[in-house]
């Protein structure tokens, strides 16, 4: 039985943010498919979106027709400023949280967990703009400023942009182990060295 991998799009999503964890986790669910996990995208309505630098992202299933999913991803952007204070999509993040076993965000998709509740004790983080909102949203939450993810349990959130792909390798390790998620990052020739 396929396990299922969603990430979310909407429009005002930051590009990075959705397609990095992509790149990491389609080429570790088409190279490797006996690991037996498939990654899609979704929005609400199933129909393209227009990200935060003009890219139109497609999607493939619609929040109607999705699957169960076993990790749903949770992109930033500037569109999560509206989702924050959406009720419906709120119930829609509640709703995940209680059939999906790992919740995960990237960025500022953390101040939409804050916001349905599923950071509440919880330490987390998020992109660096986005830290002292994080902390306004839900004084519970533990914010740790210095980490490019946090792993809690069922919860996992992840700094700004390209810290999305780092923790979908982290993904990628806890689902299917080291040597796996090794592999992937050298299929996508991942190793950062910034020149600036």
Not at 107 to 134: D, F, H, I, K, Q
Not at 140 to 156: A, F, K, L, N, S
């Amino acid at each position: 039985m396929t396990r299922n991998i969603g990430i979310l799009l909407f429009d005002d999503v930051e590009e990075l943010d959705a397609v990095g964890p992509w790149e990491v986790l389609a080429y570790w669910t088409l190279t490797f498919p006996e690991d037996g996990y498939a990654v899609s995208m979704l929005s609400r309505d199933g129909k393209p979106v227009l990200a935060s630098k003009g890219l139109t992202l497609g999607a493939h299933p619609s929040f109607a027709d999705a699957p169960d999913y076993d990790v749903v991803l949770h992109p930033g952007g500037n569109g999560t400023r509206t989702l924050m204070r959406d009720p419906e999509h709120l119930d829609w993040v509640r709703a995940q949280n209680a059939k999906t076993p790992l919740m995960t965000s990237v960025c500022s998709g953390a101040l939409v967990y804050a916001a349905a509740g599923l950071l509440r004790n919880r330490p987390a983080t998020t992109y660096w703009g986005a830290l002292g909102l994080l902390a306004e949203l839900d004084p519970t939450i533990t914010v740790r400023e210095q980490d490019r993810y946090v792993d809690d349990g069922d919860v996992i959130t992840s700094a700004g942009v390209s810290a999305g792909i780092d923790m979908a390798l982290h993904l990628v390790r806890r689902l299917a182990g080291l040597e796996r998620a090794r592999a992937v990052r050298r299929g996508i020739q991942y190793d950062p060295e910034p020149p600036v």
